[in-house]
């Protein structure tokens, strides 16, 4: 039997020799359009890679998430990894077409998913490969998911999932997200709050007929933007809420509108139910009559037809530093790199709002390349910091599994 530092060497020194193929494989991912909704294709590719890499077993479920596994030990992880990708967005704006990814000065690898979330995918496959190559995968069981449109319902395709998947049980969760190699232990949650205003359509040139509902909002978004009463989490720090987007009843552009809607991103910090959050936000409208707010419902549909039902209200998460699966991550980045990684939490969503902040399943974040560059037309990746990455998510299990 090995030992954990020979172990450690022998996946730096196998994935080290992937760089080629962990390069061209990200291009060929990323050349691949997956935008929400329409991640067929890509899946397909994954599943395919999957089975090509040994993987023990490959599904790709109903709603169409695909899902590989390497091992079948006690300890079961899942490495979760989203395939769909924002909007690709102009050519023009890029300066090259952004489905085409290319290397620039430094090994950095520049294309739409690069860095969300399609480098971090590619390194959690990679790190399947490399524990099974190396016959490293035997007392753990780990399932590597790409899963559907977390950039609109995140948490929602998980969720599916593992309805669809009941077999597949989880003691620890593991989010590949962009983290600037942080190991990331918890991150605000989320709400689409509608604030629905009435009033009465009338023609602008005799408004006094009707009741101008956006004029009724105005007071409304005002409130709302000087809000700062919030709880402060220790670790996440304070909410916030923000007006995002407001719609318009109105059959044309010389009618006073008969309804506004006032859409608001509420970020949760310290766990606010959703009776908690509605109650917080009727101050805004006391004493304006007929006036409502609601947490958003979304039906969508994924690629295979299946049908989602998210209401849009995702918890916030937070693992304690000193939880096993945390100092896994730490004592496995320490002993791989030689130094101690900080420990930190993400300002964004991701699909660990189901796992761990609805299921309690502990879980930890990790990932390649800088979260800022996220939706951007900067998305890209270091290729030295994903071949980190994938160093990282192939160790990680050694740790996890002990005791």
Known sequence: MITKKEALDQIK???AAQEEEVVQFLKDFIAIDSTTYNEGKAVEFLAGKMKEFGYDEVRVDKVGNV???????KTVLMYDSHIDTVEPGDPADWGFNPLEARMEEGKVLHGRGAVDDKGCLTGITFAGKALKALGLDKDFTLWVSGSLSEEDVEGSCVKA??????????????????????VIRGHKGRALIKITVPGKCAHASTAWRGDNALIK???IMDKVDKFNDFVEDPFLGRGSIEVTKVDCKTPSLNTIPGEAVITC???ISCGESIDELLKEVSQFYEGIDGVTAAIDTEKVQTYTGYDITCVDY??????????PLIQAGVNAFTELFGEKPAVEAWEFCTNATHMCGRMGIPAIGYGPGDDSLCHSTQDKVPVDDLMKAIMFYASLPLYASEG
């Open 13 to 15: 020194a196998y994935v």
């Open 67 to 73: 899902v590989g596994r390497v091992g079948s030990g």
């Open 161 to 182: 999932m593992l309805e669809e998947n009941p077999d597949i049980k989880p003691d620890f969760v593991l989010v590949a997200e962009a983290s600037n190699n942080r």
């Open 217 to 219: 909002a105005l007071p």
């Open 265 to 267: 991103d509420r970020r």
């Open 314 to 323: 995702f918890p916030s998460w937070v693992m304690p530093e000193d939880h």
